[in-house]
């Protein structure tokens, strides 16, 4: 006989912890399917810990909507829960005259997106706080910030565990049916019938959803962009993220400070077939160079290789910027069954909106 049991979220990231959480708090069963050991080890575990403010998406898009929503539930998150996270700014710099009317372009889409004001800054206004940063111009969001993701998810881990939610690790997800009951799931370790289902699996999420129920929908394909980060030795020169202008496929070469203090750059784009975080150093150069830009003083002996991660995308380099795909009940006609697609930056930020959002389709009639 199969085992019932009312939801299941496959992946245990920090998007798919959120979805089970919004589930558990609607007085749902959930139980998170995980095919690693432990939490959050992909995307997750391997971005720049960024609290986005929501600039750079274009309005009414998923993005703007989500990141928004979501940077203001998941400060109150880490206020209610104790997660660390400082609200410590970004600075986004123009390094070519050039580049000024970018960044007129950001504070019209910071008002557009109901982020606020951002204040522009003078050269010397820029010295002033960073003196390290050359640059011409620039514009600062004080609603940018770091967060603690591991923490974050422990606390997600937390809430599911007390409403009475468990994951089930080292358990793959293989396929899943409509049947006139709900969804019959066939995992690596049993079969069980459920009346949600989400697909939460960050990179593996498109093909995830070609062995799931999706109706009719023409799913999108999968794309990767892997980006590198290096670590800064030594004490930080910097006390606010310094960004510079946007690039295709992501948001250029930037400084982030983590909650210890230690300064990383990255990421940057590069296109691949398939997902693979090894670590390529032989682009150094012009990575450095990039830094250069706006930190001319970089000393590249005192860089050294952090890690990579793998942004889900779904379009291919000569694609534009994609918005997040959350295909529901709404889409595709299954009942209870949500793919959640393309959930690259800033979906760290948007994880609660973005739950709220997911849990709301699924349950819907």
């Known amino acids: 006989m199969t085992d019932k049991v009312d939801c299941i979220v496959v992946g245990a990231g920090v998007v798919g912890l959120a979805c089970a959480v919004a589930l558990a708090r609607r007085g749902r069963e959930v139980v998170v399917v995980e095919r690693h050991g432990q939490i959050g080890t992909e995307t997750s575990s391997r971005n720049s810990e960024v609290v986005h403010a929501g600039i750079y998406y274009p309005r009414d898009s998923l993005k703007a909507a989500l990141c928004v929503s979501g940077k203001a539930a998941l400060y109150r998150h880490c206020e209610e829960f104790g997660v660390p996270v400082s609200r ?3 600075i986004i710099v123009a390094t070519a005259p050039a580049q000024l009317e970018v960044l007129r372009g950001y504070q019209r889409s910071a008002l557009a997106n109901g982020v606020g004001e951002l204040k522009w800054l003078t050269a010397n206004q820029v010295r002033d706080i960073e003196p390290e940063v050359k640059c011409v111009g620039a514009v600062y969001s004080d609603s940018t910030g770091i967060i603690d993701s591991h923490a974050f998810m422990e606390s997600l881990v937390g809430i599911l565990e007390q409403a009475g939610g468990a994951i089930a690790f080292e358990t793959t997800l293989e396929a899943a049916l409509e049947t006139r009951d709900g969804i019959r799931v066939v995992t690596s370790a049993m079969e069980l019938d459920a009346n949600v ?3 939460a699996t960050g990179l593996h999420a498109p093909d995830l959803a070609l062995r799931l129920p999706h109706g009719e929908v023409q799913l999108p394909k999968p794309h990767y962009a892997i980006g590198h980060y290096y670590v800064l030795g030594g004490a930080s020169p910097f006390t606010h993220l310094v960004y510079p202008v946007a690039e295709p496929g992501g948001l250029g070469v930037h400084v ?4 210890g203090g230690q300064a990383k750059f990255g990421p940057d784009v590069r296109w691949i077939d398939a997902p693979d975080y090894t670590f390529d150093d ?9 830094i250069r830009q706006y930190y001319p003083a970089l000393d590249e002996t005192r860089l050294v290789p952090g890690y ?13 910027a994609g918005d997040f795909v959350i295909l529901g009940p709404a889409q595709h ?5 949500v793919h959640l697609l393309g959930i690259e930056s800033p979906g760290l930020t948007a994880a609660l909106a973005i739950a709220e959002r997911v849990a709301t389709d699924a349950l819907s009639a």
């Open 333 to 337: 006609g299954v009942a209870g069954v």
């Open 282 to 290: 032989s682009r150094r150069e012009s990575f450095v160079a990039a």
């Open 88 to 90: 410590c700014g970004k």
């Open 197 to 199: 289902l989400i697909n």
């Open 308 to 320: 990579t991660g793998i942004r889900p995308k779904l379009g291919d380099a000569g694609s534009p």
């Open 256 to 259: 982030t400070i983590d909650l």
